[in-house]
């Protein structure tokens, strides 16, 4: 089946601008999360979304960053007045639902942004 | 003290022979443990999943927990120098976010 998509694949920007970056995760997924991965470095938990749920923003670095889940699908990061430092791989990621057993998560292929 | 930690390498290994990758993990309460291969440029693969103490093996790929010792390790048997990549360890407990290690660059040599 299909995975988790993300779009765009890059984004250029200039500093100060707004981005969003799009996710939709594995059909019947119910839990989505937010990394980010600087270059040459791990990943970086931003936020994750399961079901209902308030979404866990223990991760997000700034009050520039939001994130949102429309429909308990498809989600938005936004990143609001971009700093160069904001530069790095977005990637997303879904799982069946979020706990001990069935975290397995699965990554989509991610969104470069760089700001200038 | 860093939350995972894996040596950053390059792990260098001769084709066919046996790769082995560790973790570490500082919070006692952790209950999943993941690795994850990421080739340069590209998104992190689920490679291995291991709950409870003892090994798990899939294919080439075993997977070993110690949670006394807070270990985590990942063997491939017989490196192909397609295993080349950058693998990740990461860990997780009640919550659903998954801590990352920096990762362990692994170079398979013909």
């Known amino acids: 089946g299909a995975g988790v998509s993300q779009s765009p694949s890059n984004k250029v920007t200039e500093k100060g601008k707004d981005v969003e970056l799009r996710c939709d995760p594995i059909?019947?997924?119910?839990?989505l999360y937010w990394y980010r991965q600087r270059l040459g470095q791990g990943l970086e938990f931003l936020i994750y979304f399961q079901g209902n749920s308030a979404p866990d923003k223990s991760g997000l670095p700034s009050d520039r960053f939001s994130a949102e889940r429309t429909g308990g699908s498809v989600s938005t990061l936004t990143i609001q007045r971009t700093q160069q430092e904001d530069s790095a791989v977005y990637l997303c990621?879904?799982?069946?639902?979020?706990?001990?057993?069935?975290?397995?998560?699965?990554f989509g292929p991610g969104t470069r942004l760089t700001v200038l | 003290q860093k939350e995972v930690e894996q040596n950053s390498g390059p792990l260098s290994v001769p084709e066919g022979a046996i790769a082995s990758l560790n973790c570490t993990y500082s919070?006692?309460?952790?209950?999943?443990f993941f690795w994850y291969r990421q080739y340069s440029g590209k998104s992190p693969e689920l490679i291995m999943s291991?709950?409870?103490?003892g090994d798990k093996e899939d294919g080439r790929f075993t997977a070993q927990l110690n949670k006394a010792s807070q270990y985590v390790s990942l063997l491939i048997r017989d490196s192909q120098p397609s295993d080349s990549a950058t693998y990740l360890c990461?860990?997780?407990?009640?919550?659903?976010?998954?801590?990352f290690g920096q990762g362990t660059t692994l170079q398979v040599k013909p």
């Open positions: 919070d006692r309460g952790s209950q999943s």
């Open positions: 291991i709950y409870s103490n």
């Open positions: 059909s019947g997924h119910t839990a």
């Open positions: 990461a860990v997780s407990g009640n919550t659903g976010k998954l801590i």
């Open positions: 990621a879904s799982s069946l639902m979020a706990g001990r057993s069935y975290n397995e998560q699965f």
